[in-house]
C-alpha cells in the first residue's frame, strides 16, 4: 500500500487528493480531474506527503510524478514480499533515487542487491546473498555449497551499506533499464486476465513502441494507453492478441476476420465475460460459439452476454442420455431408482428435445431457451433458407 497526497503543479496547497496506491483506475483518474489534471504522460502532480507501512520512498516528497506512473509503480511493490520490498526501499535511499522512472527500474532490478538485517546465522547471510544474486539454486548445489564461507567473505569485503532497513550489498548483477520513461514493460499485476492486447506503433527507422493491455481492464486504461504511445486512436495502432483461453474460432474472428484495432472494446467485453467463465463454461460456451457460427465480433459477445440462456450438457449423444440425465442427474426430480426400468427415458428426451430445439453436436447436447431478440436473429441467420441452425429451430 502506497498512500500520496497530490496536487497539481502552481495549484494552491489545499486543493490536493489522497490517494492509496494501486488505485482503481476511474477512483484514480476523477481524483486527477478533480485537481485539473487529465490524461497525461506529463509529470504535473507535486507530492506533498508519502504514506506507507514502512515509511519509504519518502524522498519523492517535493517532486513531480505522473499519477500513472506511480500505479504502475505501486502495481510493482504489490507483488513483493516483506524482503523484497525492504531491499526495494534500501536501494532507493542508498541510491537516492527521486524519480519514479527510476524506481520503475529498480524494481525489476532487486536481484542486484543483497539486503542483511539478521547477522545471527552466517550461513544463513551466505544463504540469503547467493539466493539474491542467483535468483535461484538447484536444491543439490545448496546442500553442497558452503555457504558460512560465503558469509564470512561477504562480512569481510567491506561492501556493506549500512540503511534504514539493514545492510545493503551489491551482488554485482548489471542492472537493466527496463523502463525508457514513456511506454510501461509488460507486467502482469492480476492473475485472472482473460487477455494480453500488445499496441504497437512507429517503425524500426523510427523505433518501435509497445504498450500492453490486460483485459478486461477499464476504458480510460485503453485511452491512456493509446496516449502513451503519443496517438489519438488506437485505429492506428498494430494490435496483437495473446489469450490461450479463447478458442481458435473466437481468436480468428478478433484478428483475422475483422481489425482488432477497431474492435478492441468490443474484445474488451467479451474478456468480462470470461472472466466469469470456469474451465467448463468456457468450454460450453465455444461449443456455442461453434454451433452459432457467429461473423463479427459483436456477434460473439452478443452470444457471450447471454451465455447463460443456453443449455448445454457435455458428453450427451442420444435422446435417452438426455432424458436420463433430465430425470437423474439434472436435479429437477426426485428420482426413485426402483421405478428406473419404468422410464421411458428416450421418449422423455425425445419431447424435450423438440420443446426446446435443441440438438446435439460432437460437444454433446445444446438448446437456446431464452428469447432475446439478438440471439435469435444471429441463430436465424446462420441458415435463413431452412431456418435451422445445426438442428436448432427458431
Not at 285 to 303: G, M, N, R, S, Y
Amino acid at each position: 500500500m502506497l498512500e500520496m497526497k497530490l496536487r497539481k503543479r502552481d495549484a494552491p496547497s489545499y486543493r490536493t487528493a489522497v490517494i492509496t496506491f494501486p488505485a482503481n483506475e476511474p477512483d484514480l483518474q476523477k481524483a486527477m480531474d478533480e485537481i485539473g489534471v487529465g490524461i497525461t504522460t506529463e509529470k504535473l502532480c507535486v507530492v506533498d506527503a508519502v504514506q506507507n507501512e514502512d515509511k519509504g520512498l519518502q524522498a519523492l516528497i517535493g517532486t513531480l510524478v505522473n499519477a500513472d506512473e506511480v500505479q504502475y509503480l505501486a502495481k510493482r511493490m504489490d507483488s513483493f514480499d516483506k524482503n523484497e520490498l525492504h531491499t526495494f526501499y534500501a536501494a532507493a535511499e542508498q541510491e537516492k533515487l527521486t524519480e519514479v522512472k527510476d524506481l520503475i527500474n529498480l524494481s525489476f532490478n532487486l536481484h542486484c542487491y543483497a539486503l542483511i538485517s539478521d547477522f545471527s546465522d552466517i550461513s544463513a547471510v551466505g544463504q540469503r546473498y547467493e539466493l539474491c544474486r542467483r535468483t535461484a539454486i538447484p536444491m543439490d548445489e545448496m546442500k553442497n555449497t558452503d555457504f558460512e564461507s560465503i558469509g564470512k567473505m561477504l562480512l569481510s569485503s567491506g561492501k556493506g551499506i549500512v540503511t534504514t532497513y539493514g545492510v545493503l550489498y551489491p551482488t554485482g548483477n548489471t542492472p537493466e533499464q527496463v523502463y525508457n520513461g514513456e511506454q510501461f514493460p509488460e507486467y502482469h499485476w492480476r492473475s485472472d486476465d482473460a487477455a494480453t492486447v500488445t499496441l504497437e506503433s512507429g517503425d524500426y527507422h523510427s523505433g518501435v513502441k509497445y504498450e500492453y493491455l490486460y483485459l478486461p481492464c477499464w476504458e480510460v486504461e485503453i485511452e491512456k494507453a493509446v496516449n502513451r504511445l503519443g496517438l489519438s486512436s488506437p485505429e492506428s495502432c498494430a494490435t496483437h492478441l495473446d489469450c490461450e483461453s479463447m478458442s481458435e474460432q473466437v481468436h480468428q474472428i478478433f484478428t483475422e476476420d475483422y481489425p482488432l484495432c477497431k474492435h478492441l472494446y468490443t474484445l474488451n467485453n467479451l474478456a468480462r465475460s470470461y472472466t466469469g467463465f470456469d474451465e467448463q463454461a468456457r468450454n460450453d460456451f465455444h461449443a456455442i460459439v461453434e454451433i452459432a457460427q457467429p461473423k463479427t465480433p459483436e456477434d460473439v459477445v452478443v452470444l457471450a452476454d447471454n451465455f447463460y440462456e443456453f443449455t448445454v450438457v457435455p458428453g450427451l449423444k442420444t435422446p435417452t442420455e438426455y432424458g436420463r440425465y433430465m430425470i437423474i442427474d439434472s436435479g429437477h426430480y426426485d428420482f426413485d431408482e426402483n421405478l428406473e426400468e419404468y422410464i421411458d427415458f428416450k421418449g422423455y428426451g425425445e419431447h424435450r428435445i423438440q420443446r426446446e430445439n435443441g440438438s446435439f453436436t460432437d460437444y454433446g447436447y445444446i438448446a437456446y431457451r431464452g428469447c432475446t431478440p439478438a440471439v435469435e436473429e444471429l441463430l436465424r441467420q446462420n441458415d435463413s433458407q431452412s431456418m435451422e441452425m445445426g438442428g436448432m429451430q427458431l
